[in-house]
């Protein structure tokens, strides 16, 4: 079976900057699950999944516009501490989590108050190209379920 819309495909990654700096590799927890044409991934690798098999393994290097897109200047906002998902210190140039009305974001602190953080709102990967080493794991049919919720569910995916 072959990765194209609405089959569930997982895999296992390592992430590179254009220097060869390792930024995320999922070899060391749990495999990646997604729904191939849900834009559960992001488009460039969403794109290079298409037509790849279970033991595939594959490298892509994907732009910034087919990744997290371009950084935006002046995105920057102040956001309430409670807001934020992570808990402990916080600390400038941290990466964190934020619950906003579009769901969780991620952003990266520029500046730490008493009560709020000024958040860089930009994606920490933004404006960078990115390179994957890819394995795929697994491809399968995705239950009525999932495609209702449009992601994957189980090991990988969501767990509701």
Not at 56 to 78: C, K, L, M, W
Not at 120 to 138: M, Q, R, W
């Amino acid at each position: 079976m072959q990765i194209e819309r609405d089959k569930v495909a997982s895999f296992h990654y390592r992430l590179s900057d254009e220097q060869g700096n390792e930024l995320e590799n999922s070899h060391n927890g749990d495999s990646v699950a997604f729904i191939q044409g849900h834009r559960n991934i992001i488009r460039g690798l969403e794109e290079a999944m298409e037509g790849r098999k279970a033991s595939d393994s594959f490298s892509v290097t994907i732009s910034p516009e087919r990744a997290y897109g371009n950084r935006r200047e002046g995105s920057q906002q102040r956001v309430p501490i409670k807001h934020l998902l992570d808990k402990g210190k916080i600390k400038a140039g941290q990466v964190v989590s934020i619950q906003t009305e579009q769901g969780v974001r991620q952003g990266t602190v520029i500046k730490v108050g008493k009560f709020n953080v000024d958040i860089d709102t930009n994606h920490p990967f933004a404006g960078k190209t990115l390179s994957f080493e890819v394995e795929v794991l697994d491809v399968r049919d995705a239950s009525p379920e999932e495609l209702s919720h449009g992601h994957a569910h189980g090991v990988g995916g969501h767990q509701h």
